[in-house]
């Protein structure tokens, strides 16, 4: 085995938990209770919670079909299919959030339709949908590509419906690869920013998620901003935590 | 004679530019871009950097610890609130502006009686000046026209965005029907039109500023300063709509 240069992977490494430590020792139990009581942050809570929920939903009901047709070859058609689903993935928040104001506003491509998706809730699902969506296809596609064809065989052999056979067959096979996918869809979603203040614009209660919570507070009140900072990186590590014991426990069921 | 011209400029020592960043609120974009050419003209030694955003945006980043110069403020409140805490020097005021009722081009213009006609309104965030003018507006506006169209309007306000260029973009876009802004974005921003407001409602907004004590290059912000008030930047600022500093 090459032994690896261990400098700059342990600088990378610190860096990548310095920001956390910092803000943890910034932030005390007693101003994310505080910053928990506000009103504001309840309802921004409450709409990250269930916008995020939505956008999770409608991410797997439609990408886990996508993503099993994208793990079944290696065609050209798949190619390009897999590089439209990245798109959303290398483009900039912001470009997302103008091209969804040109697509779904008023006076945008679909405005003549009587849709008028800016400044409503609908909006802010529909990003984190955009933005979580490729995420969770590919991860899942990636889990689905393990699922040997010839197992799904013996089951429709054994007299599985063809339905019956990737259900009992390949779901459980690739189900914690499918649950890491959904974790980091879901995380990208509650995360999304850039093309929610564009697209959704920011009203509490309706449009104003935490990261837009955060980003107002930023401007008034720097312990609520760094409070409620501080809830979103426990809930990250919360999702982490269960998709490593999700990974942990499907290998120890095999 | 080409080469012969690069050689020369080669050995003719320039030295760098010094730089001065001034933080101004968004409503003063072209203003300011304008102030910082005909400043660059008159000092070829100096680079104006402008940066823009909300008033409130900027005094987080001078209590941050920003490398800036001078502030901006389209608001009383946030600079003499930094100027209480030993962060910027003393404010002077440079100009005014009044508030507008905009509206997308091509729709029909609105007053206030007729604001909860709109089914769309986007307003400045508390704190952002345009939002705290706004307020007072709608406060004022209240003891004329009643708390039920009061009630009518908050209903129908579907952002609070971080800066004035934001509501007005929005505006602009068609997004919204109507919001308050500076009768300077109203001609700034592409897409608008605007109607005047009853001044004995709507409040004059005050631009202050102020150098920003320990800034790196705080010995050129006083030559900004009385730049900016100078006739020649009191010209500028003219053509861009804005009201002389004197009431």
């Not at chain 1, 809730?121 to 529909?126: K, Q």
Request: hydrophobic share 55%.
């Amino acid at each position: 085995m090459i032994r690896p240069s261990l400098l700059p992977a342990g600088v990378l490494l610190v860096l990548l938990v310095l920001p956390v430590v910092g803000l943890a020792l910034g932030t005390g139990p007693t101003e994310v209770a505080a910053a928990l009581a506000l009103p504001e942050t309840q309802a921004a809570l409450r709409l990250s919670a269930w916008t995020s929920l939505a956008a999770l939903a409608a991410v797997i009901a439609s990408g886990t079909p996508l993503a099993w047709w994208l793990s079944r070859g290696r065609g050209r058609g798949r190619a390009w299919v897999r590089a439209l689903v990245e798109l959303p993935v290398v483009l900039p928040p912001a470009v997302l959030g103008v091209a969804l104001l040109e697509t779904f506003g008023r006076r945008g491509m679909l405005g003549g339709l009587g849709l008028s998706l800016p400044f409503t809730s609908g909006a802010v699902v529909l990003a984190q949908v955009l933005v979580g969506a490729p995420l969770f296809v590919l991860t899942a596609a990636a889990a689905f590509r393990a699922v040997d064809d010839d197992v799904l065989l013996v089951a429709r052999t054994l007299g599985a419906s063809r339905r019956g056979a990737w259900l009992s067959v390949a779901l459980p096979a690739a189900a914690p690869g499918l649950a890491s996918a959904a974790a980091l869809a879901w995380a990208r979603g509650v995360g999304e920013f850039g093309a929610t203040l564009l697209f959704a614009g920011n009203l509490p209660g309706r449009t104003q998620t935490l990261p837009l919570a955060i980003y107002g507070a930023l401007e008034r009140d720097l312990a609520q901003a760094r409070a409620l900072s501080v809830l979103l990186v426990l809930a990250a590590i919360a999702v982490l935590a269960g998709v490593q014991l999700s990974r942990t426990g499907g290998r120890r069921a095999r | 004679m080409g080469w012969w011209v690069m050689l020369l400029a080669a050995c003719e020592p320039e030295p760098a530019p010094q730089e001065l960043t001034v933080l101004a609120a968004a409503s003063l974009a072209e203003a300011y871009a304008e102030l910082e050419a005909a400043f660059e003209a008159e000092h070829p030694d100096v680079d104006v950097v402008v940066s823009l955003a909300g008033s409130q945006a900027l005094a987080a980043q001078i209590r941050h610890g920003i490398a800036a110069d001078v502030f901006a403020s389209a608001n009383v409140a946030h600079i003499t609130a930094l100027a209480e805490e030993g962060l910027v020097g003393a404010p002077s005021r440079f100009a005014q502006n009044t508030l507008v009722l905009a509206v997308p081009a091509g729709a029909p213009l609105l007053d206030l009686a007729s604001l909860p006609s709109a089914s769309q309104l986007v307003v400045g965030a508390e704190g952002v000046p345009v939002g705290d003018y706004t307020e007072a507006l709608l406060d004022a506006a209240e003891v004329r026209y009643g708390a039920d169209w009061r009630e009518a309007v908050e209903s129908r306000v579907v952002s609070r965005e971080l800066s004035v260029r934001l509501v007005a973009s929005k505006v602009g876009l068609g997004e919204a029907d109507a919001a308050v802004v500076y009768s300077t974005d109203a001609v700034a921003v592409p897409g608008i039109q605007a109607a005047p407001l009853p001044p004995s409602l709507a409040p004059r907004a005050d631009y202050l500023h102020a150098p920003i004590l320990g800034g790196p290059s705080v010995e050129l912000a006083p030559v900004w300063l009385s730049f900016v008030s100078s006739e020649a930047g009191q010209a500028v600022l003219a053509d861009h709509g804005f009201l002389p500093a004197a009431p």
